[in-house]
């Protein structure tokens, strides 16, 4: 499921959540864009495989990840070597963050564009803020 991208390699999904989990994310990631983008299921599953390997921000950032920078990307362009996502933000596609290595604990750095969260990988996601899978 790891495939390398032009910023380095995104860590895969099952390895940071389980294969249970992992699946249960990449199904409602399908869902999702077979809602909003009226595709029929197996592509709608195609691309959340593909964006979802690809470490892409849009579909994947959510509460209770943390992001890591990026290998190449230089410390002073980013707000912090780690990011913790604390909430989602839509329109636009925003994210609340904090500094996880903030030794006064306060850590909160604000609101970011999901863009941001392209000069990071995912590295870790507590899965106690996924959402119950249905059924």
């Known amino acids: 499921m790891s495939t390398d991208d032009r910023h380095g390699q995104a860590a ?3 390895l ?3 294969p249970e989990h992992a699946a249960a994310v990449l ?5 999702t864009l077979q809602q909003q983008d009226l595709l029929p299921e197996p592509v709608a599953l195609r691309l959340a ?3 979802a390997t690809d470490g892409d921000p849009l579909v ?3 509460p209770g990840q943390v992001w890591e920078l990026r290998d190449g990307v ?3 362009d980013a707000p912090a070597r780690r990011l913790a996502v604390h909430l989602r933000l839509e329109g636009p596609p925003m994210v609340v963050v904090g500094d996880p290595d903030d030794p006064t604990g306060d850590g909160e750095l604000g609101e970011l564009l999901i863009e941001v969260l392209e000069m990071y990988r995912l ?3 507590d899965t106690r803020f996924l959402a119950p899978h249905p059924g």
């Open 49 to 51: 495989c593909e964006r």
């Open 123 to 125: 590295a870790s996601w």
């Open 12 to 14: 895969p999904l099952d």
């Open 60 to 62: 994947l950032a959510a």
């Open 27 to 31: 199904t409602r990631i399908a869902t």
């Open 16 to 18: 940071i959540l389980g």
């Open 74 to 76: 230089d410390i002073d």
